[in-house]
């Protein structure tokens, strides 16, 4: 499975953004999907993850309420809609696919080292 992700930039605080990543190789739909992002001072963090169908997301708490994932399985392309940007939200955003095996997978979706493929990522920079 190849992962794309595109749609980042440079921003404003408080403004808006939209990243995408379009998937290639495989069958999307066996895939659960995560958002993760790297900084200097964090390696990886969780950010959002939806499951195969987009009927179970979950976020992490430093972006709940401003983030939203989603995803098309008609299109092989997951989303997250970025929102109320910070300047601690800069960046590199990363996608990656987790094979859903069953129910125990959700347990893992904050894990990046579950995750089976990744993107070559999307740098988020925020203007203060």
């Known amino acids: 499975v190849q992962l794309v992700e595109s749609g980042g930039g440079l921003v404003q605080a408080g403004g808006s953004l939209r990243l995408s990543c379009a998937a290639s190789g495989g069958t999307f739909s066996n895939y659960a999907m995560g958002w993760f992002r790297h900084t200097p001072q964090v390696e990886r963090e969780f950010v959002a993850a939806?499951?195969?169908?987009?009927?179970?997301?979950d976020y992490g708490d430093s972006v709940k309420g401003r983030f939203t994932i989603f995803r098309d399985n008609a299109k092989n392309t997951v989303y997250l809609q970025m929102t109320s940007l910070k300047p601690e939200d800069a960046a590199v955003y990363y996608c990656a696919a987790l094979i859903e095996t069953g129910g125990s997978t959700w347990s893992l979706i904050r894990n990046g080292y579950e995750y089976d493929y990744w993107g070559q990522g999307t740098q988020v920079t925020v203007a203060s």
């Open positions: 939806i499951n195969w169908s987009g009927g179970t997301t």
